[in-house]
């Protein structure tokens, strides 16, 4: 059974950090395309990061690029989000997404263009940022 699994959210202080984790059973992580998608209440869901087969394929978007920062474990098949300096706009439920490495690119994946049907999504985690 395809699942992912997310962990690591919960309520930091402006200016705080968190490690949100992405735990994959059923399938091989490597073989697809990792993103981090978040959506807060009243707003669309915004593709936050998302990374290749590779480290350093991996795509932000503009609003987290330098504070956040994704990376993947092969060994645990885990996908990780390191976000750090973070707002009270950062505040969301946070999605991982797992879409296979032959329909999408990190870019196409995290812009929403790759419709999200066609991979398999965590059931979130919240993250609040408040003082």
């Known amino acids: 059974q395809v699942q992912l699994v997310e962990s690591g959210g919960g309520l930091v202080q402006p200016g705080g950090s968190l490690r949100l984790s992405c735990a994959a059973s059923g399938f091989t992580l490597d073989y697809y395309v990792i993103g981090w998608f978040r959506q807060a209440p009243g707003k669309e869901r915004e593709g936050v990061a998302c990374i290749g087969s590779s480290d350093a394929n991996t795509y932000y978007a503009p609003s987290v690029k330098g504070r956040f920062t994704i990376s993947r474990d092969s060994a645990k098949n885990t996908v990780y989000l390191q976000m750090s300096s973070l707002k009270p706009e950062d505040t969301a439920v946070y999605y991982c997404?797992?879409?296979?490495?032959?329909?999408?690119?990190?870019?196409?994946?995290?812009?929403?263009?790759?419709?999200?049907?066609?991979?398999?999504w965590g059931q979130g985690t919240q993250v609040t940022v408040s003082s």
């Open positions: 997404a797992a879409y296979p490495i032959s329909i999408t690119t990190v870019q196409a994946m995290c812009r929403l263009i790759t419709p999200s049907g066609r991979g398999s």
